[in-house]
């Protein structure tokens, strides 16, 4: 019988409140022992809900207090770096939320952190565990549509992000918060990373929301080319206010396949001829993806108790930032950006200066 992986959760939020709910109902080979948060409020909140009673301001207090294999950070961006590296110093497994970190310096001293410990480090880019997209994943890798040409995903979110997300100096904007699932799920379908993007950018709601941060922006589009020659698109709308909205449709030589549609399930209502037909769509992404951050969660953990290589890696994380890092170049700078321009983790990046 396998070993019980005790796992630290840094962050009581929605995110964390999330993955200790998953840990709880479905992963019985992990448990969460220890929960970390600044805020005393949310810790106990938290804590009461999914019953866990080691709960600590900070992850120093943690690893001085509690015994646990792994962490799982949910926090902002802009920390990610220290608790990684915090938690790899003491011989502790990382999971961690995307985006992976603000530059890539920063994801070059995790992934150095981890991998120089013999740990392992994962990433939470849940589509990648998504049933729908997994299968399609295997239908293209299997040629069923032929050499892919042209993929163009989405990412439509319905509410405003928290604030320190909306400045692109802490959190590197909506490309990097919302979309880096996009620029992960292209790169991964398409199986060739982007050599160049060009995006654009505009603002219609945030004045009115109290969104007051400079560069804020609540619609993108971005147009990229990768090496193998292919094109790709990716819009992101936040807030959005009709839903969540997730999908991909990728061209290939032979056919055409489309994962997710705007329905949320299939039901449908009539009451009056006026109103006609309604059928439901996700309201949130905990929905859209419920399988997906179930079945990432319990990789993670099998990972652990294996040793095996986690499907998503420090690498994949890294590329996801880099296509930020050219992103937001490419918005400030109106003009296209080879990804080569931002690929020397010593790049300074200049809005984060």
């Excluded at 920390?79 to 590296?85: I, N």
């Excluded at 920063?106 to 981890?114: G, H, P, Q």
């Excluded at 740990?119 to 295997?138: S, T």
């Excluded at 992103?327 to 109106?334: I, N, Q, R």
């Amino acid at each position: 019988m396998s070993k019980k992986v005790r796992i630290c959760m840094i962050g009581a939020g929605r995110v964390g409140k999330l993955h200790s709910g998953t840990l709880k109902r479905y992963v019985p080979d992990g448990e969460v022992v220890a929960l970390v948060d600044p805020a005393e409020a949310v810790l106990n909140e938290t804590g009461e809900q999914f019953g866990i009673d080691g709960r600590f301001p900070s992850l120093e207090d943690a690893l001085e207090k509690a015994e646990f294999d792994a962490v799982i950070i949910t926090t902002p961006t802009f920390t990610h770096k220290q608790l990684a590296m915090l938690a790899a110093a003491e011989g502790k497994h990382v999971f961690m939320e995307k985006p992976m970190a603000m530059n890539l310096q920063e994801c070059d001293d995790i992934i150095a952190a981890v991998e120089g410990r013999g740990l392992l480090l994962q990433l939470g880019f849940m589509r990648r565990f998504d049933p729908e997209f997994v299968a399609a994943a295997e239908r293209i890798f299997a040629g069923e549509i032929g050499e892919p040409t042209l993929i163009k995903s989405l990412t439509h979110g319905p509410g405003l992000p928290p604030a320190w997300a909306n400045d692109i100096r802490t959190s590197n904007g909506m490309l990097a918060e919302v979309n880096s699932h996009d620029l992960d799920c292209i790169r991964w379908l398409m199986g060739s990373n982007p050599e160049r993007i060009y995006v654009e950018a505009a603002n219609f709601k945030g004045e009115e929301r109290g969104a007051h941060a400079e560069h804020f922006y609540d619609n993108m589009f971005a147009t990229l080319k990768f090496e193998s020659g292919a094109l790709g698109n990716i819009s992101g709308v936040c807030p959005c206010d009709y839903g969540y909205d997730a999908r991909v449709e990728i061209i290939g030589k032979k056919g055409i396949m489309q994962i997710g549609s705007m329905q949320g399930m299939d039901v449908i209502v009539c009451t009056n001829r006026d109103q006609g037909l309604i059928t439901p769509i996700y309201k949130r992404w905990p929905e859209r993806f419920a399988w997906a951050y179930i079945h990432e969660i319990q990789h993670f953990v099998e990972c652990v108790q294996t040793g095996n290589k986690p499907r998503v890696t420090g690498e994949d994380g890294r590329w996801a930032v880099a296509g930020v890092l050219a992103g937001t170049k490419s918005m400030l700078e109106g003009r296209p950006v080879r990804l080569e321009e931002v690929m020397d983790p010593a790049w300074p990046v200049p809005w984060q200066q």
